[in-house]
């Protein structure tokens, strides 16, 4: 069986030393699982146009792409993704909730403690240093 691949973008948003993380919803095989927000990549879209567009859609507020980390490749049980992850900074509003269920900001070396969807897992350690 070929499973649905999805090309999407997460962003990494740091504000007074701390990261931005959402819990996902009771949909998907990654049900109340904690993310950095993001989303799909719209066919014609450059992986940082989508990046803007799901903050703003998804968060209600502005990001600068100030830092490309890493992309991930990750196979789940119905689904693969490669996800480019992005540095970035708060530039105007504050992340108000539509799609998921909780936020908070974290300090890097806690993000560890949180139940985070397996494709977020692989790059934690890429953010350990960088605050």
């Not at 996902?24 to 993001?38: H, I, L, S, T």
């Amino acid at each position: 069986m070929n499973k649905k691949h999805l090309e999407v973008v997460a962003a990494v948003i740091i504000k007074n030393k701390q990261i931005f993380c959402c819990k996902r919803g009771p949909k998907g095989e990654c049900a109340f699982k904690w993310e950095f927000p993001g989303g799909k990549i719209e066919q014609g879209e450059k992986p940082e146009e989508a990046l803007v567009r799901e903050i703003k859609e998804e968060l209600s507020c502005q990001i600068k792409i100030t830092h490309f980390l890493t992309t991930i490749e990750h196979e789940y049980q119905t689904f693969t993704i490669t996800m480019h992850v992005y540095l970035c900074e708060l530039i105007d509003g504050t992340p108000l909730l539509s799609e998921h269920v909780e936020a908070k900001w974290c300090e890097a070396k806690r993000l560890s403690e949180l139940d985070f969807a397996e494709a977020d897992y692989k790059f934690l350690p890429l953010l350990k240093n960088i605050i």
